[in-house]
């Protein structure tokens, strides 16, 4: 879908920088699921994301559209992203 405006942000790191340019503007709808994910991505990296909908109180499709936006094709490349951010923050820790 938006796969022809941009790779997906490689980084979790880049996708706050996209968001805070301004190039990466989210519709109302999927703004709150956006911050939720953001602010609690080691949450976010371990659970499906029918489990990230509960959370944010929103139904699955709604999740699946925020990564649509973002530049994903599916959720488990999101959370495979999130993951690695993880990964490299806690071996940074060390």
Known sequence: MLKD??????TLQELKHQ???????FPV???RVAREILE?????????????ARRCR??????????RHIGF????EFR???RQHLCST???HH
Request: avoid cysteine.
């Open 5 to 10: 405006r941009n790779s997906p942000p490689s």
């Open 19 to 25: 968001i805070a340019r301004r190039q990466l503007v």
């Open 29 to 31: 709808s999927l703004e």
């Open 40 to 52: 609690r991505p080691d949450i976010t990296a371990f659970e499906s994301a029918a489990a990230v």
């Open 58 to 67: 929103v139904s699955p499709a709604t999740v699946h559209r925020l990564v």
């Open 73 to 76: 094709e599916t959720f488990g």
């Open 80 to 82: 495979a992203m999130i």
């Open 90 to 92: 806690a071996a940074s």
